[in-house]
């Protein structure tokens, strides 16, 4: 059997119904409380949510900013803005329609502040309008610089049969075109178990596949991991190995040419979602032409393991 290995930074501790370590999305499941925020943090939020998120927050704060400004100029009296006063709610309007010329330095021209007060909050405004644009740039800029992994997990884990014994498999592709160079994973398998004091505790050990780094990756790679004898896995049947407690974790790195530097991708297996019994569909094929042609809609699609044949390296 494979020897533990120490803990790989998940933490040794655990319970009968612990949540998985990592997310599907490549996060940590890890609830954060009693942590101090900092304005150095903005950055690093708004460049790494989603686009939806991030353009939904850029609308909101820019609406609620408007907001703010239009009160000022609904306090001080929109006269000051060149507006004949009629209702309260058309004279807010009014206001803010100002606003958003001056944040934006629009300025139509049919507006314009009347006063001393109306135009030290428009100025102010002004101000804040130039710092409030750079910075959206900056967050721009970041996002698109930003590198980000692109490699895609299949949606399972598969238990099948593979060179005569039971074996673990699971695959991956890049969504993108560019050169993937050396890439290489790692997998660890975390089993929480029971210990003497009536409470749970997590093992991990390192599973040994087949191949640990190719070349290039332009296809798809299916990783396998035998379970023999020196397999953690060896002394449990498949139905057993269904109902345990476990988890893979994986660590894949590689060198993406278009960002011309090392780029990682983390992502999990629960053993519930086990697969038993059916191998992958081969995702790629050749063309009329000779080219290879593949199907990133093929990669979740499996097959009973008596009907397909897996060669090394698919």
């Keep these: 059997m494979s020897e533990r290995v120490k803990d790989p930074g998940v933490g040794a501790f655990s319970k009968e119904k612990a949540k998985r370590f990592i997310n599907q999305d490549g996060t940590f499941n890890v609830t954060h409380i009693n942590k101090k925020r900092t304005v150095n943090e903005a950055y690093t939020y708004l460049t790494s949510i989603s686009w939806p998120h991030f353009l939904i927050l850029l609308f909101v704060g820019f609406i609620i900013l408007n907001f703010i400004f239009a009160t000022f100029y609904l306090i001080i009296g929109v006269?000051?803005?060149?507006?004949?006063?009629?209702?309260?709610?058309?004279?807010?309007?009014?206001?803010?329609?100002?606003?958003?010329?001056?944040i934006t330095s629009v300025g139509y021209g049919r507006f314009s502040p009347q006063g001393i007060p109306a135009g030290l909050v428009s100025s102010f405004e002004a101000l804040v309008g130039l710092v409030s644009f750079a910075f959206i740039t900056g967050l721009l800029y970041g996002r698109f610089s930003k590198p980000r992994s692109n490699i895609r997990f299949s949606k399972f884990v598969l238990l099948c049969k593979h060179n005569g014994e039971d074996a673990l498999m699971f695959r991956l592709l890049s969504r993108r075109k560019s050169l993937i160079v050396l890439p290489t994973i790692k997998v660890s398998l975390s089993l929480s178990i029971p210990d003497e004091n009536g409470g749970y505790k997590n093992e991990f050990f390192d599973l040994k596949l087949e191949r640990e780094t190719i070349t290039y990756l332009?296809?798809?790679?299916?990783?396998?991991?035998?379970?023999?004898?020196?397999?953690?896995?060896?002394?449990?049947?498949?139905?057993?190995?269904?109902?345990?407690?476990?988890?893979?974790?994986?660590?894949?790195?590689?060198?993406?040419?278009?960002?011309?530097?090392?780029?990682?991708?983390?992502?999990?297996?629960?053993?519930?979602?086990?697969k038993v019994g059916y191998r992958f569909k081969k995702a790629f094929h050749f063309g009329e032409d000779g080219k290879v042609i593949l199907d990133h809609g093929l990669i979740d699609e499996i097959l009973p393991e008596s009907t397909h044949v897996v060669t090394k390296g698919e």
């Design 79 to 102: 006269a000051a803005i060149g507006v004949k006063s009629q209702t309260i709610l058309i004279d807010f309007f009014k206001a803010f329609f100002f606003s958003v010329q001056t």
């Design 218 to 274: 332009p296809t798809t790679w299916t990783l396998v991991h035998q379970i023999d004898a020196d397999s953690p896995l060896k002394s449990y049947s498949r139905t057993e190995i269904q109902h345990l407690q476990a988890e893979l974790l994986i660590l894949f790195s590689y060198h993406d040419d278009s960002f011309d530097q090392e780029l990682h991708s983390v992502h999990s297996y629960l053993f519930k979602n086990l």
